[in-house]
Structures are given as C-alpha cells and as structure tokens.
C-alpha cells in the first residue's frame, strides 16, 4: 500500500530496550494514589471521601459532562486519604484519592455478553461507563471519539508507537493483537465505519506480523509507516494512511476518520466482552537508568516508586519521566501514582539529559527542516521572547503538535516546545476573555 | 536517587552552534592550506592571526562590554575572519587585515547584539569597508608563488586577476594573460584573493559541509546556476567581449561566495523556496555588475545586497502549513 511520507520530522534513536521482553503482570502494591483528573475535559466528581471502603472496579467518580469519564477503584481497599498534590501535567495542586489495599480483588464489574452484541449506542455506553480514554497518552474520552458529529467511513488503530525506548504497545500488538483487532471492530461499528487500518511503524516488524496474522480474519489493512518521529501524531498517521489532512484547528471526524491507540482498542474489547472498567494499563519501565527494562500490566495509581523498584534504578541522579523522553513530563516525586495516560515510565540518568545552556538562535533552519507542521519554530520563539502573542497566534501556533522536534535538533539548545506550551496557554486565555 | 527536572524533549541531537563552525572550518581548511602553499608564511600568519584576533573582540565584547560572564567562544568569529582572509589578496598589510576584522566584528556582528542578531554577512561587511578603504591594497593580487614558503607575500610581483584584466583591456587580452584558464581556476592555480582560487577544494568542503547537513544545496545552486545562464547569455551575444559561462563561475570568487557567503544561515532564508530566490537573486546582480556595472565583479556586493532581503523573503516564502489545505484527497 502506498504510504504517504509527511515533511519533517526527526530520527532520534529508537532504543526499544524493552522490545523483547514478554507484559508481565505487576504484583499488588499497598498503596494506591490516583489523580481526579486522569481525563482531558471535566474532570469527575468524586464520590467517595476518606474511611469509604472501595472495591476493585467500582466507581469513585462520577463523570462531569459530556466530555467527562468515570474512575474507579483500582483495587479493593479503603481510601484512606483525600489530598492536593501537584498534578504532574499542569503543575497545579490537584485532588489525589489514596486507597489503601486491605486484600484480594472483590471485583465490581459492568454487565457482559460478547462484543459483537453489542449496537452502536451500547458500544458507546460501555466504552463510557468504563472510564476509557485515549491510553496513547492524551486521555482524552474514547466515547467522545466514538459519536463523531460528521460521517466516518475508516478507523486507524494508532500502533506506530513513535517516541523512543517505549514498547507496550509494540508488545500488546505482538501479544494481543485479537483483542486489539476485536477493540477496532466495535470502534468501527460504534462510528459506522466500514475500514479499519493498523499503522504500525516499520521498526517493529513482530508486531506487524502478528497484527496482519490476527487481522486478516477482520479485513483490518496492516500498514507499514516509515519510521520517522513523530509518525503516530494523530494527524500525521492519518496523513500518511489516507493523504488527507486534518484541516487546521480540526479533528479527525472533519475527514472521515476516527484514531486509536491499540491498548485503547484493548480496552474497549475488554470492557465490552468482561465488563471491566478501565483499573488497569499496560506501560514500559525502560531508560539507561533501570536494570531490567520491563513492559508490565500495573493498577491505575500504583505509585512510581514501586514500578521503579520492580524495574530496579541503576543510577544515582536520573530525570524520572512519565512517558518517552520526546514528550514525557520529568517527575519531582516518585509518591505519585501512574495514571490512564502513562504510557511508559523512563529513566535517563543524568548523562544523557544533561544540555549546555541556551545560546543565540543562529537561524540554521533546521527546526524549519524538522517541524512536521511546517510551522516555523525559530521565529515563533523570536516572538514569544517579545511576548508577540498575537503575532504567535497567526503564525499557527494552535497548529503546533508539542512533539519536540524542533529543540531535539537545536544547536541552540533553545527550548521551544516549553515556550510553545506556555505560549498557547497565554493565547487560550487572551481568547476567553 | 536525586531527580532531575527540565522539560520535554529530555533527549537531544549531538549537534551546537560550536559544532557547526567547527566543521565549517574543516570545510574551509583545504582552502587555507592552498593558500598557504601559493603564497607562504605570510598567508598562514593572515589566517592564525585573524582569527585569534576575531575570536579575542569577540570575547571582549562579550565579558567586558555585554557583562556575559559564562561566555565560551562558539568558533564564529574565527569562521568570519578566515572567510575575510580568503575574500582578500594574499599580500594585504598585516594592519590593514586586523582593520578588517575589527569592523566585521564589531560593526559587522557585535553592535547588532552578536551572533544570529547580524543583518549582514559579517565577513562580506568588512571586506566592503576594506574595499572602500584601502581601494589600491584591495586590489593588488601577488602572483601566484607556488610552494616558496619562506617568501613574504606582499614581496611577490603583482598581478592582474581574471576579470579585472577582462574589464580593463578586454576578454581577448585576459584570455592570453591568463592561459587555461578555466581548467587552472577550477583547481585554483590562478592569481586571486587568498582562498577563492580553488573551486575544486571549495566544492569539496562545500560537500563535507552538505554530508554533514550544516548546509542546504540550494543557494549554491541557485546563485552558481543563474551565474551560468546569464554569463551564457552575454557570451552568445558576444563571445569575444566576454567570458564564456564556465569560466564565469570559476573566477571572481563566486564559488566562495556562493558555497560559503551566500550560505551564511544568520543572513539567508529559511524555507528552501526562500533559499533558491536568494540564490538566484545574486547571481542576477552578481552578472549584472560583472558585465554593466563599474566594478570588475560583484559577488561582495550581491550577497550583501540580498543580505538585506531576507527579512521579505523569509515573509513571502513561508509555507503551507500542514492541515491548511483548501482540498483533501
């Protein structure tokens, strides 16, 4: 199949130090911390306070909303404390529920019957009620995804798996793929979809083999991407499977698509066939700075510090990241737990993060070269400096994809994607008023 | 474990702007040996001793003026002041090089808030003033003194040099003066400013510098490609009052201008439609002060000039931003 090659882009080394190695399942932790707002959107009410017996699967948020998902316990327990702690993504104080364990699973589960008895509207439902979000990374609620307001006609099962040294999704692919496939039928079927494709970069060949095995039996079209950073930015996968362009500011419905992650797809399977709400997720605990690079299936809030002691820390000062090191957010606390967004928890010891300090922008154009939005990063920064926020704005910055590889490639060592961010949040602001 | 913070991305190519001058000294380094085998000691103490003196403005500037107390040098100021060496003739006075450098430094570079701030090529801005300044210095070409190291530069006889010859007494004469010429211009046996004889050796380190993709092929084949077609023109039009297309863009340091000057990412474009206008924009003005204008060749003047467009071009050159399509499919 023809495969359409975006413009720019980046090739930092993929470094799959976990691609070998087999899920495993990661024992129980005492603890227990999750974050209100695991979702973009509202986040949800709460409906527990502390001293509140919990048990696995059940609800202790409702959602807020439309664009709002339900969370619910990892693991049967008591919540033992209500907290503020500074969300990692924001870097606002954000209300932390703690459940303490207290024994084995007594499961709280949705109703049940075989996936494809499902209608749409019930796909939709389920996919709901069980607190699904993009587990790319995004979070953002998979049923909103699920009731375009425009026609569809093709799914993209998301599995080009882009960022560096990340491989759960390589392995779900390697080790799930029917589940996956099963995940993408009901998605096809909620939207009315009548194509489904995989795209997968080309790096990982045993995903590709084993998604195209389990495929075949779904008419799901396994589609080899060049492997070229950022490949899986959600409006460059579908660039390169249908050479259609999300228009700007828009989404995935304005061309007839709708994207998923694969664990995504997972989720909804499982969700719709056990009736198991979104408690866990599968993540890679990876870096130079862990022993055993690992890909595991861990609780939704068990705490960084357990995962890092299963994966075992080898150096003495790291940067802890939530995510790969393109996009991932550098911990300041191990205490807090890992959310429906964490794709993969990566150590790089000091050595390999460690930057000189910001120097003039000699306008090498390479960002230029690099930026797969064709924006042109140099002087969005220019501007930034002189606070040209207006002027920011109609250089597109909104269209900017956060994927780092305009400061991945800086001889300047400029931190564009960190002003870029700020920048936006300035603009959205502005907006509101 | 001590945590480390920064943000997004935590991983980095290995590449700085110390990097990127350094290999534009490498790429310039033929050249220099050339040079210094044509015309000897005096040649190498031009090129050691202007960029050391470069790169001494330059850190002054910065700790005692600018008050930056962590400034390390980047190497840009030693890449200004070889490029100067190689725009000018071998047997210049000793002063009147350091005055050169001084106002590509200072005038050219650091009043403008230094390196990435600069309008204007820097080396291409001292070079101007020297033109201006010291007219006859500038245009006293030492014949070429082929491996004597130990005699001085400026005690070698002078020379006429192709196209000043050209422009003086005609085509007919330089033709004679200088026998075989294209082919000795390609491998630099000419007589000529310090480092701009050799097209071949400044190719090559125009090559190294593309593999290693500090630089984007399309200035150069712009500027040397639009250099050709017009000279062509005029040659057609009359072969006996002027040079035919390929010696045109092996003299009057177009190949340095072009591959090196030209390419200077601070004062060019940034989107490759951007860079090819540049590009051909000079060699336009290039041929038409070659052939009309008063002086015998025009690549100083060309660059500077498009120099001062970059800001309109880089406005009127941006491109499509992804998802901006009018029609899909």
């Given at each position: 199949m023809l495969v359409w090659r975006f413009k720019g882009g980046v090739h930092p080394p993929t470094k799959k130090l976990a691609k070998d190695s087999s899920i495993e399942n990661l024992k129980a932790s005492k603890r227990y911390s999750l974050f209100v707002a695991q979702n973009s959107g509202n986040p949800p009410k709460l409906l527990v306070q502390a001293g509140s017996e919990v048990k696995t699967g059940q609800k202790i948020a409702e959602a807020d909303g439309f664009v709002s998902v339900p969370?619910?316990?990892?693991?049967?327990?008591?919540?033992?404390?209500?907290?503020?702690?500074?969300?990692?993504?924001?870097?606002?104080?954000?209300?932390?529920?703690?459940?303490?364990?207290?024994?084995?699973?007594?499961?709280?589960?949705?109703?049940?019957k075989p996936y494809t008895e499902y209608t749409p509207d019930e796909i939709k439902k389920r996919v709901a009620e069980a607190g699904i979000v993009g587990l790319g990374g995004a979070t953002f609620p998979t049923h909103v995804k699920l009731s375009p307001s425009k026609k569809v006609d093709t799914v993209i099962l998301n599995g080009a798996e882009c960022e560096p040294y990340l491989t759960i999704d390589q392995r779900m692919m390697v080790e799930h793929p029917d589940e996956i496939c099963k995940g993408g039928v009901a998605i096809a079927k909620a939207v009315g979809a009548a194509k489904i494709f995989v795209g997968i970069e080309e790096n990982k060949p045993d995903a590709i083999e084993s998604m195209k095995k389990a495929g075949s039996a779904f008419g799901i079209e396994v589609v080899a991407l060049p492997t070229k950073y950022p490949q899986g930015s959600e409006k460059h996968l579908i660039y390169a499977i249908t050479k259609k362009q999300v228009p700007s500011g828009g989404l995935p419905m304005d061309v007839?698509?709708?994207?998923?992650?694969?664990?995504?797809?997972?989720?909804?399977?499982?969700?719709?066939?056990?009736?198991?709400?979104?408690?866990?997720?599968?993540?890679?605990?990876?870096?130079?700075?862990?022993?055993?690079?690992?890909?595991?299936?861990?609780?939704?809030?068990?705490?960084?510090?357990?995962?890092?002691?299963?994966?075992?820390?080898?150096?003495?000062?790291?940067?802890?990241?939530?995510?790969?090191?393109?996009?991932?957010?550098?911990?300041?606390?191990?205490?807090?737990?890992?959310?429906?967004?964490?794709?993969?928890?990566?150590?790089?010891?000091?050595?390999?993060?460690?930057?000189?300090?910001?120097?003039?922008?000699?306008?090498?154009?390479?960002?230029?070269?690099?930026?797969?939005?064709?924006?042109?990063?140099?002087?969005?920064?220019?501007?930034?400096?002189?606070?040209?926020?207006?002027?920011?704005?109609?250089?597109?910055?909104?269209?900017?994809?956060?994927?780092?590889?305009?400061?991945?490639?800086c001889p300047a060592n400029i931190d564009h994607v960190k002003a870029f961010k700020t920048a936006k949040l300035v603009v959205r602001t502005l907006g509101r008023r | 474990m001590k945590l480390l913070t920064g943000p997004a991305p935590h991983i980095h190519e290995n590449i700085s702007t110390r990097r990127i001058m350094l290999d534009v000294l490498i790429a310039l380094t033929p050249s220099a040996?050339?040079?210094?085998?044509?015309?000897?000691?005096?040649?190498?103490?031009?090129?050691?001793?202007?960029?050391?003196?470069?790169?001494?403005?330059?850190?002054?500037?910065?700790?005692?003026?600018?008050?930056?107390?962590?400034f390390v040098p980047d190497l840009s100021a030693s890449v200004t002041a070889l490029l100067l060496v190689f725009n000018v003739p071998a047997g210049i006075?000793?002063?009147?090089?350091?005055?050169?450098?001084?106002?590509?430094?200072?005038?050219?570079?650091?009043?403008?808030?230094?390196?990435?701030?600069?309008?204007?090529?820097?080396?291409?801005?001292?070079?101007?003033?020297?033109?201006?300044?010291?007219?006859?210095?500038?245009?006293?070409?030492?014949?070429?003194?082929?491996?004597?190291?130990?005699?001085?530069?400026?005690?070698?006889?002078?020379?006429?040099?192709?196209?000043?010859?050209?422009?003086?007494?005609?085509?007919?004469?330089?033709?004679?003066?200088?026998?075989?010429?294209?082919?000795?211009?390609?491998?630099?046996?000419?007589?000529?400013?310090?480092?701009?004889?050799?097209?071949?050796?400044?190719?090559?380190?125009?090559?190294?510098?593309?593999?290693?993709?500090?630089?984007?092929?399309?200035?150069?084949?712009?500027?040397?490609?639009?250099?050709?077609?017009?000279?062509?023109?005029?040659?057609?039009?009359?072969?006996?009052?002027?040079?035919?297309?390929?010696?045109?863009?092996?003299?009057?340091?177009?190949?340095?201008?072009?591959?090196?000057m030209a390419t200077d990412p601070v004062t060019s474009p940034v989107t490759p439609l951007g860079k090819w206008i540049f590009g051909i924009g000079a060699g336009v003005i290039t041929v038409l002060i070659r052939y009309i204008g008063a002086y015998p060749e025009g690549v100083n003047f060309a660059i500077i000039l498009m120099n001062a467009l970059v800001p309109f071009i880089n406005q009127f050159t941006k491109r499509r931003v992804f998802g901006t399509v009018k029609e899909n499919g």
């Open positions: 969370l619910h316990s990892p693991v049967t327990g008591k919540v033992v404390e209500i907290k503020k702690e500074k969300h990692p993504v924001t870097g606002r104080p954000a209300d932390v529920v703690v459940i303490e364990r207290t024994g084995e699973d007594e499961w709280v589960k949705l109703s049940a007839g698509v709708v994207v998923d992650n694969v664990s995504t797809a997972r989720a909804i399977y499982r969700a719709l066939e056990f009736g198991e709400p979104l408690i866990e997720r599968g993540l890679t605990l990876t870096g130079e700075g862990v022993k055993n690079q690992k890909n595991v299936i861990a609780r939704i809030g068990t705490p960084v510090s357990d995962l890092l002691d299963y994966a075992e820390v080898s150096v003495e000062s790291a940067r802890v990241i939530l995510g790969g090191p393109m996009t991932g957010i550098a911990l300041e606390s191990l205490e807090i737990g890992i959310s429906k967004g964490t794709s993969g928890i990566t150590v790089l010891p000091e050595g390999i993060v460690k930057k000189p300090a910001e120097t003039n922008c000699i306008r090498c154009y390479r960002c230029v070269e690099a930026c797969p939005t064709n924006l042109e990063p140099y002087l969005l920064y220019k501007m930034f400096k002189k606070k040209m926020f207006n002027e920011m704005k109609e250089e597109h910055l909104m269209d900017c994809i956060e994927c780092g590889s305009c400061a991945y490639v | 040996i050339l040079a210094v085998l044509m015309w000897g000691w005096y040649m190498l103490l031009l090129e050691i001793g202007s960029m050391a003196f470069a790169e001494f403005l330059e850190f002054f500037v910065m700790r005692v003026f600018r008050k930056k107390k962590d006075s000793w002063w009147t090089m350091a005055s050169g450098i001084l106002v590509a430094i200072i005038i050219g570079k650091e009043i403008f808030g230094g390196i990435g701030n600069n309008p204007f090529n820097p080396a291409l801005v001292g070079r101007l003033f020297m033109y201006i300044s010291f007219p006859v210095a500038m245009i006293t070409w030492p014949q070429v003194n082929w491996l004597h190291f130990w005699t001085p530069a400026y005690d070698v006889a002078t020379t006429a040099t192709p196209l000043g010859e050209a422009k003086l007494h005609g085509v007919a004469a330089a033709t004679q003066l200088f026998h075989g010429l294209t082919w000795n211009s390609f491998l630099g046996l000419i007589p000529g400013s310090a480092g701009e004889t050799s097209a071949l050796l400044l190719i090559i380190g125009f090559l190294y510098l593309w593999w290693r993709k500090i630089v984007s092929y399309e200035i150069p084949v712009a500027y040397i490609g639009t250099t050709f077609v017009l000279s062509a023109l005029f040659w057609f039009a009359n072969p006996s009052a002027y040079y035919d297309p390929l010696t045109s863009i092996m003299v009057g340091g177009l190949m340095l201008g072009a591959l090196f």
